[in-house]
């Protein structure tokens, strides 16, 4: 068989979401060449230690500013924090890293290139209407406190969309639902990594308003499978935008409660809601489930938690972790 090998370009590579597209990409045999593009704000260099693999390289640089001296085959713009604390505390910033990252890439991809971008669930705020399907338009404060992220993740849809529309550009848009993992910051700050930190460190789950606020919680392997089908390797050609999580919804407070279940003697402390949290959260599965036959985000939240903890109990254990930031520090920020 004969492959046209491929030169692909992953912004925010070295993140959690980043790392595993990267091992999925690292995977294929048409990859000439893979550059990350990373300024290591919420990612980091760890998450790709492992790899030993001479197609990668890695430029430490933030997305809007980078430049090449050839064009890509595909580019997959991944670049931006997801932690409503992490973009809440630098939202130019979350802006530039998405819109700006992405007019800036548009223009090193090669003439018949593809742009793959994931865009969020937060495109529709606090829905009125559940599940939420993709043609749902959303309930989105454009002036909010979560409106850095949300709006930018919509103004690159409506980027890459409206190119489409009057230059025929070639994307994929994936909307990713809440998804937790190995490789999420220790101190990331969204709910499953922070109440596996508490619970193994302080031993107190903070959980914000009453917790029975849902999400729909979805295990990164499986969310990741959705993306590297829908991006590169089921040779779809709708479009999207396709939903791409778990449709499981679960309130907070059972997923603090099922951790607090793995750790004896950790208990839940209640916080302040957070600041315009939506009240629930699912996707509506049928476009991901036409387009990808057979794929599904299978794993329950009790298997998922129970992998993501034991790979952080081992983080914590490492002693880079301890040292810097020590558990102390880190539980500390978590507490807010
Ligand atoms: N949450 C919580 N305690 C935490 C972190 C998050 O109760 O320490 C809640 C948060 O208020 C929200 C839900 O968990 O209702 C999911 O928050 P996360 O930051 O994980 O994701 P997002 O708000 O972006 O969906």
Redesign the pocket.
């Known amino acids: 068989m004969r492959f046209m090998a491929r030169s692909v370009l992953v912004s925010g590579g070295c993140g959690f979401i980043g790392s595993h597209i990267v091992d999925r990409l690292l995977l294929r045999g048409d990859l000439a060449e893979l550059v990350v593009v990373d300024n290591l704000w919420t990612g980091s260099r760890s998450n790709l230690a492992h790899v030993k693999d001479a197609r990668l390289r890695v430029e430490v640089q933030d997305v809007e500013n980078f430049t090449s001296a050839h064009r890509f085959d595909e580019i997959i713009h991944l670049a931006s924090p997801a ?2 604390p992490w973009y809440m505390r630098d939202p130019a910033r979350t802006i530039r890293a998405n819109v700006v990252g992405a007019l800036n890439l548009l223009g090193l991809l090669k003439p018949g290139g593809r742009f793959s971008f994931a865009s969020t669930s ?1 495109v529709y705020g606090d829905p009125a209407v559940s599940p939420q399907p993709e043609s749902y338009r959303g309930a989105v404060d454009c002036t909010g406190p979560r409106s850095s992220y949300d709006e930018s993740k919509r103004c690159t849809e409506a980027l890459l969309f409206e190119t489409r529309r009057v230059s025929g550009l070639d994307v994929r848009v994936a909307r990713l639902f ?1 998804t937790y993992g190995p490789r999420m910051r220790i101190d990331d ?4 990594s ?2 596996i930190v508490q619970a193994l460190t302080t031993g107190a789950l ?4 009453d ?1 029975s ?1 849902s ?1 729909s919680w979805g295990y990164v392997d499986d969310v990741i499978e959705g993306l590297e089908r829908f991006f590169w390797r089921d040779r779809i050609s709708p479009a999207g935008p396709v939903n791409i999580g778990n449709d499981i919804e679960v309130p ?1 407070i059972e997923i603090a409660n099922y951790v607090r279940s793995l750790v004896p003697g950790s208990r839940i402390e209640y916080r302040e ?2 600041p315009h ?2 009240s629930n ?1 699912c996707p509506d599965l049928t476009m991901a489930r036409q387009l990808m036959p057979g794929w599904r985000a299978g794993t329950t939240y009790q298997d998922g938690i129970r992998r993501t903890f034991e790979w952080f109990r081992e983080q914590l254990a490492a002693p880079s972790v301890a040292v810097e930031p020590g558990p102390r520090e880190i539980s500390r920020a ?1 507490a807010g």
């Open positions: 932690s409503p937060e809440n700050g969204r709910a499953v922070n109440f903070t959980v914000h308003g917790g606020q999400r907070v809601p957070a949290d939506p959260r978590l």
